[in-house]
């Protein structure tokens, strides 16, 4: 069992900064991907940003430039460094972690809610 633990979320006004943190209960083996998405009410869930194992990154367009993905392996901890933050920024975010090759698996933290007013 792997329980993934968001925090650092919050209020914050336009063109402020978070850092958002997920850290899993313990070691994950057969990682593809880390990533973050985002859910706004009414809206659909969005990848937000992905990390490979290898530290490739991709982000969505709407965050390119201001948001940076990055992993810290040797404590299980995940990063999404948020600057210059807009209102439709405002969701709950959740940290994935994709596992398994033939099994594949996704792991989800509880969520963080990041308000951004203007």
């Known amino acids: 069992q792997v329980q993934l633990v968001e925090s650092g979320g919050g209020l914050v006004q336009a063109g402020g900064s978070l850092r958002l943190s997920c850290a899993a209960s313990r070691s994950i083996g057969n990682i593809n991907a880390r990533a973050w998405y985002r859910q706004a009410p009414g809206k659909q869930r969005e990848l937000v940003a992905r990390i490979t194992g290898d530290g490739s990154t991709t982000y969505a367009d709407s965050v390119k430039g201001r948001f940076t993905i990055s992993k810290n392996s040797a404590i299980n901890t995940l990063y999404l460094q948020m600057n210059t933050l807009k209102p439709e920024d405002t969701a709950v975010y959740y940290c994935?972690?994709?596992?398994?090759?033939?099994?594949?698996?996704?792991?989800w933290g509880q969520g963080t809610q990041v308000t951004v007013s203007s």
């Open positions: 994935n972690i994709n596992v398994g090759y033939v099994r594949k698996y996704d792991y």
